[in-house]
């Protein structure tokens, strides 16, 4: 019995990581409930600030806020397009970028599909050209 208890009581080196995993979440609670009462209590003493100030404040914020999004916008935007032009640049110096065999897949695909409209296209035509003379012989029988 004292054998087993033995081989399943934690190694030291298991016991230092608890300990040390322990007091780094012990610290870390009271780090976050120090931020959080001093978020409280600055809160309580801006409020009256913020309340006096909000017809100046709350349209700049709003300026701010539109502002900063307009610009993560374009600055979005423009990587966008850049990464689409370094593409399109290396799909057409032949260095296979991801995708690219989807789009020659699809662009194959396309030209089959086109090839087969235009055989149709031209049957059609050939059909009605008949119909047409057809029509046209009887009528002058």
């Known amino acids: 019995m004292s054998q087993r208890l033995h081989d399943s009581a934690p190694t030291t080196c298991q016991t230092a990581k608890f300990l040390t995993a322990a007091m780094i979440g012990a610290i870390l609670l009271v780090l976050s409930g120090l931020t959080l009462t ?8 801006v409020t009256p600030i913020l309340v006096l ?13 539109l502002a900063t999004a307009g610009f993560l916008f ?23 970028p991801p995708g690219s065999d989807h789009l020659d ?37």
Request: with cysteine; charged share 15%; net charge positive.
């Open 105 to 141: 897949y699809a662009r194959m695909k396309i030209a089959n599909k086109a090839r087969d409209m235009t055989e149709r296209a031209r049957e059609y035509g050939q059909y009605v050209q008949n119909k047409a003379q057809e029509a046209t012989h009887g009528h002058a029988a």
């Open 38 to 45: 001093g978020t409280v209590i600055s809160l309580i003493i």
């Open 53 to 65: 100030f909000s017809p100046i404040l709350v349209p700049a914020g709003i300026v701010i806020f």
């Open 74 to 96: 374009s600055g979005g935007c423009g990587v966008a397009a850049l990464s689409a032009l370094s593409w399109i640049y290396n799909y057409l110096a032949g260095k296979h």
